[in-house]
T-cell receptor, first 116, second 116 residues
Framework: AQKITQTQPGMFVQEKEAVTLDCTYD???????LFWYKQPSSGEMIFLIY??????QNATEGRYSLNFQKARKSANLVISASQLGDSAMYFC?????????????FGKGTRLHILP | GAVVSQHPSRVICKSGTSVKIECRSL??????MFWYRQFPKQSLMLMAT?????????EQGVEKDKFLINHASLTLSTLTVTSAHPEDSSFYIC????????????FGPGTRLTVL
C-alpha cells in the first residue's frame, strides 16, 4: 500500500494565484515528519518545508505553507502568489519514526505548470 | 543550507562496464547517506541507506552485489553500478543527513547514467 499519496499528477495554475497541492499519508507511527520538495527540470531536489507530527502549528516558509490535518492524515502544500518559477515537479515525503536516521519515502509527485 | 555534491553529473558507458558515482557533503559531516533512483517522470525510489563505517542497508528488490555502496568517511559515499546494463540507465540521487537543521535531508544534484 502506498504510504504517500499525491492524487494530482498535473496542475495548471494562473500566475499570481494560490495553489494547493494535495498529499495524504499512511502511518501507524505517532512520531513522523512530513516534507515537501521541489524538483525543477534540472533534477535537483529543493527542500521547501517540514512539518513534525507533534508540531501544533502549521509550518510556513515564505510563500509556502503546509496545511497539516493530522486526523485526516493530510499534509497539503499551499503556495501563495504563484510565480512562473514555481513550475516544477513537487514531491510530498514522509519520514516515519523519531530517529533522524529513518528513511524518507516519496509520493509520486505533482507536476505544476504556472501559466503567464 | 548544507551542500551535497555528486560527481559525475552525467555519465555514458557501455553495457558491461562499472560506473562509480561519488556523493560528498561539502560543509557538514553526514552520518547517514541515502541513495535514490529516479526513472523518467517517476518518483524517487530509495535504494539503500548507508551509515559511515558500516554496511549499507538495501531496500527490498535492490541487488546489493550490483549496486555497491561504500560510506568510508563522514563526507563521502560512493555508489558503484557493476556490470551496468541499459535497464540501469536512470537518474541517481544521493542525500545526506547530519548537519544543518534538525530535520532536513540535503540532496545532491543527481547523476544521469546512460548505459548503451
Amino acid at each position: 500500500a502506498q504510504k504517500i499519496t499525491q492524487t494530482q499528477p498535473g496542475m495548471f495554475v494562473q500566475e499570481k494565484e494560490a495553489v494547493t497541492l494535495d498529499c495524504t499519508y499512511d502511518t501507524s507511527d505517532q512520531s513522523y515528519g512530513l516534507f515537501w520538495y521541489k524538483q525543477p527540470s534540472s533534477g535537483e531536489m529543493i527542500f521547501l518545508i517540514y512539518q513534525g507530527s507533534y508540531d501544533e502549528q502549521n509550518a510556513t516558509e515564505g510563500r509556502y505553507s503546509l496545511n497539516f490535518q493530522k486526523a485526516r492524515k493530510s499534509a497539503n502544500l499551499v503556495i501563495s502568489a504563484s510565480q512562473l518559477g514555481d513550475s516544477a515537479m513537487y514531491f510530498c515525503a514522509m519520514r516515519e519514526g523519531p530517529s533522524r536516521d529513518d528513511k524518507i519515502i516519496f509520493g509520486k509527485g505533482t507536476r505544476l505548470h504556472i501559466l503567464p | 543550507g548544507a551542500v551535497v555534491s555528486q560527481h559525475p553529473s552525467r555519465v555514458i558507458c557501455k553495457s558491461g562496464t562499472s560506473v562509480k558515482i561519488e556523493c560528498r557533503s561539502l560543509d557538514f559531516q553526514a552520518t547517514t547517506m541515502f541513495w535514490y533512483r529516479q526513472f523518467p517522470k517517476q518518483s524517487l525510489m530509495l535504494m539503500a541507506t548507508s551509515n559511515e563505517g558500516s554496511k549499507a542497508t538495501y531496500e527490498q528488490g535492490v541487488e546489493k552485489d550490483k549496486f555497491l555502496i561504500n560510506h568510508a568517511s563522514l563526507t563521502l559515499s560512493t555508489l558503484t553500478v557493476t556490470s551496468a546494463h541499459p535497464e540501469d540507465s536512470s537518474f541517481y540521487i544521493c542525500s545526506a543527513r547530519g548537519g544543518g537543521g534538525n530535520n532536513e535531508q540535503f540532496f545532491g544534484p543527481g547523476t544521469r547514467l546512460t548505459v548503451l
